[in-house]
């Protein structure tokens, strides 16, 4: 089995900066993509940002320019930089991994407990 564990989350006001960090453990031959959902209360989670192996990156446009996600592929570790946060980024982060748990096995989706991200006024 695969554990993501995350941390980071709190109470920041408007303008302010989070890091998130999620560290992926257990049965993992390889991570295809590394990624953070959010879901605020009462909408659908949604992705927020997403990055392969290689580095190649994708963001939700509401985060573009704020948000910055990266990897250490060694350390199976996903961070999201959280900067400019405004009002609207409060919600629950998610840390999702698609993990291959065997060279020629299928990609397996695994997420981890979340962490809340507050943005006070």
């Known amino acids: 089995q695969v554990q993501l564990v995350e941390s980071g989350g709190g109470l920041v006001q408007a303008g302010g900066s989070l890091r998130l960090s999620c560290a992926a453990s257990g049965s993992i031959f390889s991570i295809d993509v590394m990624g953070w959902y959010r879901q605020a209360p009462g909408k659908q989670r949604e992705l927020v940002a997403s990055?392969?192996?290689?580095?190649?990156?994708s963001y939700a446009d509401s985060v573009k320019g704020r948000f910055t996600i990266s990897r250490d592929n060694a350390k199976n570790t996903v961070y999201l930089q959280m900067n400019s946060l405004k009002l609207e980024d409060t919600a629950v982060y998610y840390c999702?991994?698609?993990?291959?748990?065997?060279?020629?096995?299928?990609?397996?989706?695994?997420w981890g407990q979340g962490t809340q991200v507050t943005v006070s006024s």
């Open positions: 999702n991994a698609l993990v291959r748990t065997t060279s020629s096995g299928p990609v397996f989706s695994f």
């Open positions: 990055i392969l192996t290689g580095g190649s990156t």
